[in-house]
């Protein structure tokens, strides 16, 4: 019984031992403190200098841009400027082709019907001349020259009179056309006055 009255003692003993222990330990731990969160400071105005410098770099982006725009647009009007007059100069061109080419077509075959009659006439000519020469070659009297020469021109004379019957019967020869001017070529497209250029604001010391 003893043994068992000491066991008990000790028990309660160490009990309460933990037990103090516990509270003073929680007596030893600070109570949270609360603790406010901290404020950011108020954001600062821009500078004069910011300010202007920020409208500085704006207006250089839309000078650059504006450059480009110009550059593009200015290529463009060209290269339509160069096609339109590429375009007239070859329609032109053709055009005169085609006329003229219509004439010699039509003057080749005017000469092709041309050419027998011209030969026919000037067979006609030699058989004149050759008349004549033989009828006056050697001491030929007064008589027999004055025949030769009404002879000559007799068979001339019908000749000139036969081949330009045969020549009106052709037709009028083919007149060459008249070329017409030459297109005048238009003023090319103005290039774009270059905008002015942003000055850069000077940041006093």
Known sequence: MRSRKVFATALITTGLFLASTAMASADSTPAPTTSSAPTSPAPKAPTAYQTAMAAYKAALIQYRSTLINNAISYRKAMEQYNSDWQSTTKSYWASWQSTIGTYRAALDAYQAQLAPLQ???????????????????????????????????????????????????????????????????????????????????????
């Open 119 to 205: 030969a026919t006439h000037r067979t006609a000519l030699d058989a004149a001349d050759a008349a004549f020469l033989a009828a006056t070659a050697g001491t030929p009297t007064n008589d027999q020259l004055n025949a030769a020469i009404v002879g000559w021109r007799n068979a001339v004379n019908a000749a000139d009179a036969t081949y330009k019957s045969a020549v009106t019967a052709l037709g009028a020869e083919p007149v060459r056309p008249v070329q017409p001017p030459l297109p005048v070529k238009p003023a090319a497209p103005v290039k774009p006055t270059e905008p002015t250029r942003p000055v850069a604001p000077t940041k006093n010391k």
